[in-house]
């Protein structure tokens, strides 16, 4: 399984962004895909799951504010981040889960600054 993420940068606070993370290769089997984030001297934080049935699960530092969506047929899932906050600042990780099996995409950063 390869993911591939996009759609981070610099934003205001109070500002918009939207991540996609496209899964390609071997993806029969993938139950669940979202992101978790990990800014600097902190632990990785789960931010948003989905799972194949379309249930979602999001961290508490970021209900209310994000959303995590899908695209089946690309194999895409996104996240929809509103109200930015300086603190969301971090590097954002795509993720698969396959057969109890994680992948993980390259990171994207997110800045939050005005």
């Known amino acids: 399984v390869q993911l591939q993420a996009s759609g981070g940068g610099l934003v205001q606070p109070g500002g918009s962004l939207r991540l996609s993370c496209a899964a390609s290769g071997s993806i029969f089997g993938i139950t669940a895909m979202g992101w978790y984030r990990q800014a600097p001297g902190k632990q990785r934080e789960l931010v948003a799951t989905?799972?194949?049935?379309?249930?979602?699960n999001y961290g508490d530092s970021v209900k209310g504010r994000f959303t995590i969506s899908r695209d089946n047929a690309k194999n895409t899932v996104y996240l929809q981040m509103n109200s930015l906050k300086v603190e969301d600042t971090a590097v954002y990780l795509c993720?698969?889960?396959?057969?109890?099996?994680?992948?993980w995409g390259q990171g994207t950063l997110v800045t939050v600054s005005s």
């Open positions: 989905i799972i194949r049935s379309g249930v979602t």
């Open positions: 993720y698969a889960v396959k057969f109890g099996d994680s992948y």
